[in-house]
């Protein structure tokens, strides 16, 4: 049997290579950081990972994790309500609420399971659920695994948002769902038009804090505080794999019932194995670090605008965003991908990306910056910018 299945495996793998969407990675062997080495001894600047606070390889985490494993172990062998509940697990669910300024919080092993578990508990076919056609494919999947009625509005369009409310309005309850910061421009969903228009049209407010949280807002505690929301948002989900330490973990945080019905009912908590004590223990000695000092958060912050300034200065083209991504266009897929490469010839790790990842005629390279960033290392990254700007005939 496995002869022609192989064939058409082999097949769609061409297929894919064909397309120029082959993905291959890059060995690191170093810690993941501003500063990365490479299987070969070389060393890069690394622009494309979410570390948005530089807590990658942050010593004081790294120290709690060790001592979080000598005093409560390696792993917890099994799901959070059988055996799997640690004191610590309910105390970092509580600083993630205290953070996000929230009821309650449950943890996951990831955000793609927070997503996937958070609409199948709480809405069945009576119900509708409006979805940003830009969201993370963790919510697409986690809306595909609901019964309730899907609605789809472009991408942070409040007329379309409104009509498609409208169109929901014979349903029993309805969600709006977004992304807070939308990965590939790096704009922020306007969530203060988005709870209007859910009080408007009787709806609830759902947010994927992922490229948020410990982003925008004034101290970075995400669209919440940027908007002045509080309270006006529902469902916030959320990953501890980005700014808050770049490990691994997922959550759910918002309204104490929503919260508890999942603990009762959400199928990839229910199902799958705790978050390991060293997680929990880094996990609660971030959200201290962070009620400590906004200084990472200060640091990004000039960072983004640092970059973003000389970038424009230089004559790129940059989409206006408030967050630590930055879209640099260049409007041209091959392109696109030449510029990444040549940019790691000159040390710099940026990601191209084109279609279908962006909409057709909208390639671009993604920069991603960080508190981990320090200024010679934007000022090198800024002067190969220019440099292969110019001998690929970007800028003048
Ligand atoms: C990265 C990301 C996720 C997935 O988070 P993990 O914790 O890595 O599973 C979910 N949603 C959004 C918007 C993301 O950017």
Redesign the pocket.
């Known amino acids: 049997m496995y002869g022609k299945f192989q064939k058409y495996l082999q097949d769609t793998l061409a297929e894919i290579e064909e397309a120029g969407l082959y993905k291959r990675e890059r060995n690191i062997v170093s810690a993941q950081g501003a500063e990365i080495t490479l299987q070969d001894g070389s060393k890069a600047l690394n622009f494309c990972a979410?570390n948005y606070l530089g807590l990658a390889d942050s010593p004081r985490l790294i120290e709690a994790a060790k001592k979080a494993m000598d005093e409560r172990g390696y792993g917890m062998s099994s799901v959070r309500f059988i055996c799997g509940t640690q004191d610590r697990h309910r105390e970092l669910e509580k600083a993630i609420a205290k953070y996000f300024h929230t009821d309650d919080a449950i943890l996951y092993a990831?955000?793609?399971?927070a997503?996937g578990g958070v609409f199948e508990p709480l809405l069945t076919a009576e119900d509708a659920i409006i979805s940003d056609s830009l969201?993370?494919a963790?919510?697409i999947d986690g809306v595909r695994l609901c019964k309730a009625q899907r609605f789809r509005y472009a991408n942070a369009d409040m007329a379309d948002l409104e009509a498609k409310l409208q169109e929901a309005q014979s349903c029993r309850f309805r969600i709006i769902a977004t992304?807070g910061v939308f990965?590939m421009d790096g704009n922020v969903a306007p969530m203060d038009k988005i709870c209007d228009l859910a009080e408007k049209y009787d709806a609830l407010v759902m947010v994927?804090e992922?490229?948020s949280a410990g982003v925008v807002g004034k101290t970075g505690h995400g669209v919440a505080e940027q908007f002045n929301c509080y309270g006006r948002i529902d469902i916030f989900?959320g990953?501890?794999?980005?700014a808050f330490g770049g490990a691994?973990?997922?959550f759910t945080t918002g309204r104490q019932e929503i919260i508890d019905l999942l603990r009762q009912r959400s199928r990839p908590y229910l199902f799958s194995n705790s978050l390991p004590p060293m997680i929990v223990g880094a996990g609660l000695e971030m959200f201290k670090m962070l009620e400590e000092s906004n200084e990472l958060h200060d640091r990004q912050q000039e960072n983004v605008v640092y970059f973003r300034e000389k970038m424009m200065a230089a004559g790129f083209d940059i989409k206006p965003t408030q967050s630590a991504i930055c879209a640099v266009m260049l409007y041209d897929a091959p392109l696109s991908q030449k510029f990444a490469a040549a940019m790691a010839k000159e040390g710099i790790f940026v990601t191209g990306f084109y279609y279908p990842v962006v909409p057709k005629g909208q390639a671009r390279i993604r920069v991603q910056l960080s508190a981990a960033h320090r200024k010679e290392h934007l000022d090198k990254a800024i002067a190969a910018f220019i440099k292969v700007g110019k001998e690929l005939g970007v800028i003048k």
Do not use: R
């Open positions: 979410n990831a955000c793609f399971d997503n969201n993370h963790s919510i992304d990965s994927d992922s490229h989900t990953t501890l794999g980005k691994v973990g997922g």
